[in-house]
C-alpha cells in the first residue's frame, strides 16, 4: 500500500493516549486538565479548521450567566432545582476560565449587562421586572452577593437607546475579547505538551486491536481514548445524540466616534444580543425568526436575519448615528431539549462533551474538566 507518510511521522505523530477532536473552549480545557493531572499523558486535539470551527472564534464574547428572561423560561422548563445547578455551573465556570488565563489574557472587564424591553414589550417586562427579587434570592450564595439584578432605566438615555421602556442591570455581566481568549488556550495547551493539529478532518471512528482509530484526511490517528467535543458537529460521528445546531449571525459597525454603548446587552429573551468592541457595536441573533432554517451547521446569513439586525442597530441601538456594516460572520453552537450539556461515556474509549446551549464561554472551562475526570482514571 503506499503512503506519504514516514516511518518517523507514523511512530512520533499519529498514536496517542487521548485524542480530542475539536480545538474550540471543552476539547482545549480537556486536553489542559489532563495534562495538568497526568504529565506523562500523550494527548493531541485534532481540528477540522484552520481555526476552531465551531462558535470558539465566532461568538460574541459574552462572559454571562443568563438574562432574567432567559432564567425565566430555562427555570420553567427544567425546574428551579437545575436551573440553580445550572447558573453556579456557568458562574464556576467563568472563575474557573479567569484563573486559567489571567483577566489580561481575556480582556476580562465587568461593564455590567442589561436586558432591554420596548415599549410594546409590556407584559414580558411585568413579568421579568416580578422576578427580580426572586432570581437575586436564588444566586446570591452562588454569587456571593446580594441584589445582582435591578433595574437601570436611568441609563438607557445614557447608551441613547431609542423605543426602550425598561433596563435590567446584571451587575456581575462581563465581556472578553474571545479571539484573545482562544489564542491563550492554544498557547496553554501546546505549552502543557499538547499536539494540535489543524485542517485535519476525522471522517471515521472506529475500533481494532482495544484502540481507536480516527480516519482522517491526513491518515488514520490511533487513541487508547478518544473525547468528541465537535459540539453541533458531533452528528457526523455520533449520529443518536440529542444536539441541534443553531447558527447565529453576527454583523459589526464601522468605528462610531463617542460610542455611547458600554456593558453587554440582550433582547428579546435573549435571541438578541449586542455589545461595545473598539468604539464599534457587535449585534448577533434573530435565528428565532426562522428556528429551522438557522438549524444548520453550513456558515453564512440570510437577507432575512441581516435585515432585522441593522433595523435593530437603527431604530434602537444607534437611532441617530449613522453607520456601516464592516463585517459580518457566522458561528454554529448546539441546543438540545435538555439544557444541561452532554458529559459522558458513548462506549469504551469513546467520550463525548457538547451542547453548551448557547453558554459556551460560561460553560466550557468546566465542561471541558468535567470530560478530561471521565477519562483520567484510565490514563
Same mark, same amino acid.
Given at each position: ?27 482545549? @480545557? ?8 497526568? *504529565? ?14 465551531? +462558535? ?12 432574567? #428572561? ?7 422548563? #427544567? ?24 483577566? !489580561?489574557?481575556?480582556? &476580562? ?11 410594546? !414589550? ?36 445614557? =447608551? ?9 442591570? @446584571? ?9 484573545? $481568549? $482562544? ?11 499538547? $499536539?494540535? &493539529? ?22 488514520? =490517528? ?45 433582547? !428579546?429573551?435573549? &435571541?438578541?444580543?449586542?455589545? @461595545? ?23 453564512? #446569513? ?35 431539549? !435538555? ?8 462506549? *469504551? ?7 453548551? @446551549?448557547?453558554?459556551?464561554?460560561? $460553560? ?6 468535567? +470530560? ?5 482514571? =484510565?490514563?
Amino acid at each position: 500500500m503506499k503512503t506519504s507518510i514516514s516511518y518517523w511521522e507514523k511512530q512520533h505523530f499519529f498514536t496517542y493516549d487521548v485524542i480530542i477532536i475539536g480545538s474550540g473552549i471543552v476539547g482545549l @480545557n480537556a486536553a489542559v486538565t489532563i495534562k495538568s493531572k497526568n *504529565p506523562k499523558a500523550s494527548v493531541a486535539i485534532l481540528e477540522r479548521g484552520f481555526l476552531p470551527s465551531g +462558535a470558539s472564534t465566532k461568538n460574541a464574547g459574552f462572559a454571562c450567566f443568563g438574562s432574567i #428572561s432567559e432564567l425565566i423560561e430555562q427555570e420553567k422548563n #427544567s425546574g428551579t432545582a437545575l436551573l440553580y445547578e445550572l447558573i453556579e455551573r456557568r458562574w464556576k465556570g467563568l472563575l474557573k476560565l479567569r484563573k486559567l488565563l489571567g483577566d !489580561d489574557s481575556l480582556s &476580562y472587564h465587568n461593564y455590567g449587562g442589561y436586558e432591554l424591553f420596548k415599549k410594546t !414589550d409590556q407584559q414580558l417586562t411585568e413579568l421579568c421586572v416580578s422576578k427580580i427579587s426572586h432570581f437575586n434570592e436564588l444566586i446570591k450564595d452562588i454569587v456571593g452577593q446580594e441584589n445582582t439584578f435591578r433595574t437601570a432605566n436611568s441609563k438607557i438615555s445614557s =447608551f441613547g437607546l431609542a423605543d426602550t421602556e425598561v433596563l435590567i442591570e @446584571n451587575q456581575l455581566e462581563a465581556q472578553i475579547n474571545t479571539g484573545k $481568549m $482562544m489564542k491563550a488556550l492554544i498557547q496553554k495547551a501546546a505549552g502543557s505538551g499538547v $499536539m494540535v &493539529y489543524n485542517n485535519c478532518e476525522v471522517n471515521d471512528l472506529r475500533e481494532e486491536e482495544n484502540n481507536q482509530v480516527l480516519v482522517s484526511n491526513h491518515g488514520n =490517528f490511533k487513541a487508547k481514548h478518544v473525547l468528541l467535543s465537535t459540539n453541533a458537529f458531533v452528528k457526523h460521528l455520533i449520529p443518536d445524540l440529542d444536539v441541534v445546531p443553531g447558527r447565529g449571525q453576527v454583523i459589526l459597525t464601522n468605528t462610531i466616534p463617542n460610542l455611547k454603548i458600554k456593558g453587554t446587552f440582550h433582547y !428579546d429573551k435573549g &435571541y438578541y444580543y449586542f455589545r @461595545n468592541i473598539d468604539n464599534r457595536i457587535l449585534l448577533g441573533g434573530g435565528r428565532n425568526l426562522n428556528f429551522k432554517g438557522e438549524e444548520t451547521t453550513l456558515f453564512g #446569513s440570510t437577507t432575512l436575519i441581516q435585515d432585522a439586525l441593522k433595523t435593530l442597530l437603527k431604530e434602537v441601538i444607534l437611532p441617530h448615528t449613522p453607520f456601516k456594516i464592516e463585517q459580518s460572520w457566522s458561528g454554529i453552537m448546539a441546543f438540545g431539549h !435538555d439544557i444541561y450539556p452532554i458529559v459522558k461515556a458513548i462506549r *469504551p474509549g469513546v467520550f463525548c462533551a457538547v451542547r453548551c @446551549n448557547g453558554m459556551g464561554i460560561a $460553560m466550557g472551562s468546566q465542561t471541558g474538566e468535567d +470530560a478530561a475526570n471521565l477519562i483520567l482514571p =484510565f490514563l
